[in-house]
């Protein structure tokens, strides 16, 4: 297993492109944290190069903020992009709405952090704007937990358990790992692709919740009502 680094190294790219969203956000008069999360963020500390970033806005909308971004580049004569927005689809574990474009010949997924809140009698959640710390916990694997802030230049843990497990190899979920799973039963799946992915350890009460006939019954009707769908 590669080590860890202790932050993250951009390249001129990735330097340039964050620039440029910072001077977007600036030209708008946004007060918007941007934050880089999950995949990218664990691969950059793993020296792994990830070719599309997700972004965090902690007060608007991706579709918003793109909007922000081509205004941004059409004020200084440059060409502006197209943004696909996907809207959110939560029986098929997309929770948020995405927008995403193309800068500076770099895919990026534009989504606001979250938090959940359940009707009585209903899985499937309301999405609600959130703290990074709710977003945080609402993720898959404390690996996937991170942050990189765009406008400090700073990793954040919220979780405090995400660059520990990065380091030791270990797959844990942020939540109760049985909560984790009912609330999207493909993260099992997951679960073992990283593991196997990265040659890390599957935590043991991931495994003990993996296993639980409840899990694994809603992962049957997951799957069965993706199939119905795909036909």
Same mark, same amino acid.
């Given at each position: %297993?590669?080590?860890?680094?202790? @932050? ?18 600036? !030209? ?15 691969? &950059? ?29 059409? @004020? ?7 943004? @696909?927005?996907?809207?959110?689809? #939560? ?9 995403? %474009? ?24 309301? %999405?609600? /704007?959130?703290? #990074? ?7 898959? /694997?404390?690996?996937?937990?991170? /942050? ?12 405090? !358990? ?15 790992? &049985?909560?984790?799973? %009912?609330?999207? #039963? ?7 692709? /990283? ?37």
């Amino acid at each position: %297993m590669p080590a860890i680094k202790d @932050a993250i190294e951009l390249t001129d790219e990735e330097h340039a492109l964050f620039q440029e969203l910072l001077d977007a956000s600036k !030209q708008a008069g946004l007060s918007t944290t941007l934050r880089c999360a999950g995949g990218w963020v664990r691969d &950059k500390l793993m020296g792994r190069t990830s070719l599309d970033i997700d972004i965090a806005l902690d007060n608007l909308l991706g579709r918003e903020f793109a909007d922000r971004i081509n205004e941004y580049l059409k @004020a200084h004569g440059e060409e502006t992009h197209h943004v @696909a927005v996907i809207m959110s689809n #939560p029986e098929q574990s997309k929770h948020l709405e995405t927008a995403r %474009m193309k800068v500076r010949g770099i895919w990026i997924d534009l989504v606001n952090l979250r938090s959940e809140e359940y009707a009585l009698h209903s899985r499937i959640p309301t %999405m609600t /704007f959130g703290t #990074p710390e709710e977003d945080a916990h609402r993720r898959d /694997f404390t690996i996937n937990t991170l /942050f990189y802030n765009i406008n400090t230049g700073l990793i954040e843990d919220f979780t405090q !358990q995400g660059l520990a497990d990065l380091r030791a190899g270990i797959i844990r979920t942020p939540m109760q790992p &049985k909560e984790t799973f %009912m609330d999207d #039963p493909l993260r099992v799946l997951r679960a073992v692709r /990283f593991a196997s992915r990265f040659g890390f350890e599957l935590e043991e009460r991931l495994l003990e919740a993996a296993a639980d006939d409840e899990v694994r019954y809603t992962n049957v009707s997951k799957f069965e009502g993706l199939l119905r769908r795909a036909n």
